[in-house]
Nanobody, 123 residues
């Protein structure tokens, strides 16, 4: 079992920045690839970004490419999503998730999920 706890969400104005974190416990974090997903009200959960277990490979949704950065610190068992130039359409609950066997853009391939953290971007 891996337990994941997100933090760092909040309210920010458009154009601002926010960093959300994902603290892992229970198993060796560095054994897992990690992804960030988000779900806005009335919409399906969507892929945001993913990072390999080593941090050597990263993947982004087109909608956040150039604005968001995913990274991780395996010594601290924590993953991060740095969000810059935020837009109102980035408003959603952000979830981190982990899996073994390679990075994936598909949420149904992830094994463990956090409870989510709300990010609200005002216009």
């Amino acid at each position: 079992q891996v337990q994941l706890v997100e933090s760092g969400g909040g309210l920010v104005q458009a154009g601002g920045s926010l960093r959300v974190s994902c603290a892992a416990s229970g198993r060796t974090f560095s054994n897992y690839d990690m992804g960030w997903f988000r779900q806005a009200p009335g919409k399906e959960r969507e892929f945001v970004a993913a990072i390999s277990w080593s941090g050597g490979s990263t993947y982004y949704a087109d909608s956040v490419k150039g604005r968001f950065t995913i990274y991780r610190n395996n010594l601290r068992n924590t993953g991060y999503l740095q969000m810059n130039s935020l837009k109102p359409e980035d408003t959603a609950v952000y979830y981190c998730a982990v899996r073994r066997g390679g990075s994936s853009l598909s949420d149904n391939e992830y094994d463990y999920w956090g409870q989510g953290t709300q990010v609200t971007v005002s216009s």
